[in-house]
């Protein structure tokens, strides 16, 4: 089991999601996404990882670059 998080700087919510392998991080970025611009009605301005792999799959990428969301990659294991 994998355990993948969401946090939303501004309004300091987590979302966890479970998951049986690692490669389904898209169809749960997907599911977030749209969770979280129905409810708020706001877009995901940027999206920060620690630059894995699972974040650097192809349609990924060509996501973030059609919806307008900037990808940042952060240093792997910091606290920030």
């Given at each position: 089991m994998y355990l993948l998080a969401f946090i939303d700087d501004f309004f300091?919510?987590?979302?966890?999601y479970t998951m049986k392998t690692k490669f389904g991080v898209f169809n749960k970025f997907k599911v977030f996404k749209a969770l979280i611009e129905n409810q708020i009605g706001k877009k995901i301005k940027a999206i920060k990882c620690d630059g894995g792999g699972v974040f650097n799959f192809k349609n990924f990428n060509t996501s973030c670059k059609e919806n307008g969301i900037a990808k940042q990659t952060i240093t792997p294991y910091t606290p920030k």
């Open positions: 300091r919510e987590t979302f966890f």
